[in-house]
């Protein structure tokens, strides 16, 4: 069955705070976003790499693959909006099979994780990662009051979040709404069952100058 991997890259990165987008940021003297491509390039060769990125930046992009000699083979497609309209605008082209989505700036994400999402996706159609909550939550009402909720009816959900090419590209058809954070809430809204499988602590998602420093460390000890 043919692999498609969308690697969502469209966005600006407002909190991280650098005027760079922060998939451009180096981890070990090398563009996040390479460190991502080069994961899945890692995991199957076979599997189509799909790159969506601020249409403003692809030149940049471009030069920063000559100049880090990244020649991986990928097709790149100017992002939207929202990560939502960045996914959309990338399912135009992808084929029959199934597509793994993933953020650009997950790069410690492991062969492990992608092969078996592809597996699992095979039967399932919908399956996503999520990994356990390892600090207590409390949710707020609309007085400022709070209440324990158990964690262990919580997941922190990351990506891959890997479909059935025909199942995501129906979600898609939808209009818009901002309660649509990942591909999992799109897939559910269209009335379709998510499959949760193990992610891994390691996947974090680079989002503001903390996580920076924590990549490093990843990096170091990989
Ligand atoms: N219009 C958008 C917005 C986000 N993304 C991508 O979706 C992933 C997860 O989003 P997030 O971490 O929120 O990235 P940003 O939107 O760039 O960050 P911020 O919300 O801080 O601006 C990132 O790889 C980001 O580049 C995208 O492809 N298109
Ligand atoms: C897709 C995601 O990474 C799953 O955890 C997350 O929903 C992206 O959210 P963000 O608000 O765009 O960072």
Redesign the pocket.
Known sequence: MKKYAI??????????GESL???FLKLGGTPI?IHTLQAFEAADPEIELIL???QEEIQFWDELNIWHQNYLEHKVVA?????????KNALEHVGEGLVAVH????PFVSAKIINQSFEQAKVNKAVVTAVFMKDSVRQLDEKGNSKNIDRNSLRMIQ?PQTFDVDLLKSAYNADYKSSFTDDASVVEAYGYNITLIDGEYQNI????PEDLIIAEALLKAK
């Open positions: 690697i969502v890259a469209g966005g600006t990165g407002k909190r991280m987008p922060k998939q976003l969506t990125l601020p992002g939207g909006e929202t990560r939502f309209h960045s996914v953020d650009g700036v997950r990506t998602k680079i989002t503001t």
